[in-house]
């Protein structure tokens, strides 16, 4: 064989060992010294969710190496992994009835709001909420907040978790202290004996007092018109509107000296009954003393406190809370 052919074979030869590395080892990576690809179940293999976590002291804790989640831009929590624990929580608060329990949702700035609420976080607290609610827990010991956090999504594009904050006292109420048969005293609240229907709850016109009072229109003085209160003042916030209605029932009581405005108070459920039921009255009445020196007469004029038993809005939001501190006025 010539020297020429020789070299050409040699040229092919290496040619085709090349090309079988280049697809096998490089390509392929099948070689020995390649790093393995990851694959998506290693790469889930890789996330933690967050442990739950719900501890008051040394009067209560719960654990999981599981959590309560929610989807990417979803409101609507799944409970299923950590149901016992969230039972034993409901059982808790059922037995601590002075206890209020803050549930703060969290939420990324990467997702989306698509609910009715000022913030994801927001509406996924209050999915929580709602879940202690359909379990027995009353409204008024469960609050909510948000909080923005760099979140971490599982492969699933889910989050994990929420943040819990006791408040209040451990102390039984006197109820459950004279009687092992709760459930009856409870049934019967004071409300009860008023005949008069409690409001339908609805969403805030507004997130602060003046926003509120604003939202305030008139519509007549035989319409109900709430007046809303700067904080630590008991000087109303005075609109057009009300000082519409001020005028034109003042107009009216000259002319009808039968007739009363009635002043009703209200409070959120913050605090003690017995001291929000005297708030409400102290409010209404310093309403009242603001009409007589303008010009209206004390004798037609009707004060009284309803405390916290009439919310119009949800006292787990603060501005709910906000729009239930309020005087109604209306004339009758």
């Keep these: ?163 819990f904050a006791f408040a209040g006292t451990n102390e039984l109420p006197n109820t459950v202290a004279e009687t092992s048969v709760a459930e009856p005293a409870v049934s019967e609240p004071a409300v009860v004996e008023s005949t008069e229907p409690a409001p339908a709850l609805r969403a805030p016109k507004g997130q602060t007092e003046e926003e509120l009072a604003a939202a305030a229109t008139y519509e007549g003085i035989f319409k109900p018109m709430d007046l809303y209160f700067p904080l630590s003042s008991n000087q109303f916030i005075r609109t057009k509107d009300n000082d519409k209605f001020f005028e034109e029932a003042k107009k009216y009581l000259k002319q009808h000296p039968n007739k009363r405005l009635t002043l009703i108070g209200h409070t959120d459920s913050e605090g003690p009954d017995d001291h929000n039921l005297r708030l409400s009255k102290s409010r209404a009445e310093a309403v009242k003393k603001q009409f007589i020196r303008k010009g209206m007469k004390s004798k037609q004029l009707v004060s009284d406190g309803k405390g916290e038993t009439q919310p119009i809005a949800d006292n787990a939001l603060p501005a709910g809370r906000k729009a239930n501190r309020r005087v109604t006025i209306v004339v009758q």
């Design 1 to 163: 064989m010539s020297i020429a052919k020789t070299l050409t074979w040699l040229v092919l030869i290496g040619w085709i060992a090349g090309g079988t590395y280049w697809h096998v080892c490089q390509i392929k990576q099948l070689c020995d010294g390649n790093p393995k690809p990851l694959t998506k179940t290693e790469s889930s293999e890789a996330f933690v969710s967050a442990a739950l976590d719900i501890q008051d002291g040394a009067h209560f804790h719960v654990t999981s190496e599981n959590n309560l989640s929610f989807g990417r831009s979803n409101g609507r929590v799944v409970t299923g992994a950590v149901e016992p624990q969230l039972q034993a929580l409901a059982g808790y608060l059922k037995e601590k009835s002075k206890k209020t329990l803050t549930v703060t949702g969290f939420y990324s700035s990467v997702e989306e709001n698509n609910t009715s609420f000022p913030t994801l976080g927001q509406a996924r607290a209050d999915a929580i909420r709602q879940y202690f609610v359909k379990a027995g827990v009353s409204p008024n010991q469960l609050r909510i907040d948000a909080k923005q956090l760099d979140l971490a999504f599982s492969p699933a594009d889910s989050i994990y978790g929420a943040g």
